[in-house]
């Protein structure tokens, strides 16, 4: 049983699309950047702890 309430797949989107949005809106300059380096981070597919080990994958 989850503690979180059952959504639907449209509002899950639509509250990431909120959360995506309020965070790029904290990024002041550069923010392209820190958020596509951030996307990256959250994405790798094993634990990276800095940014350069993300040069390491096959997809980076």
Do not use: K
């Amino acid at each position: 049983m989850s503690v979180l309430p059952q959504i639907d797949g449209r509002e899950a989107l639509a509250e990431l699309s909120r959360f995506r949005t309020a965070f790029y809106g904290c990024l002041s300059a550069r923010a392209d950047a820190f958020f596509e380096l951030t996307d990256a981070l959250l994405c790798a597919d094993s634990p990276t702890r800095t940014p350069v080990e993300l040069s390491l994958l096959a997809e980076h």
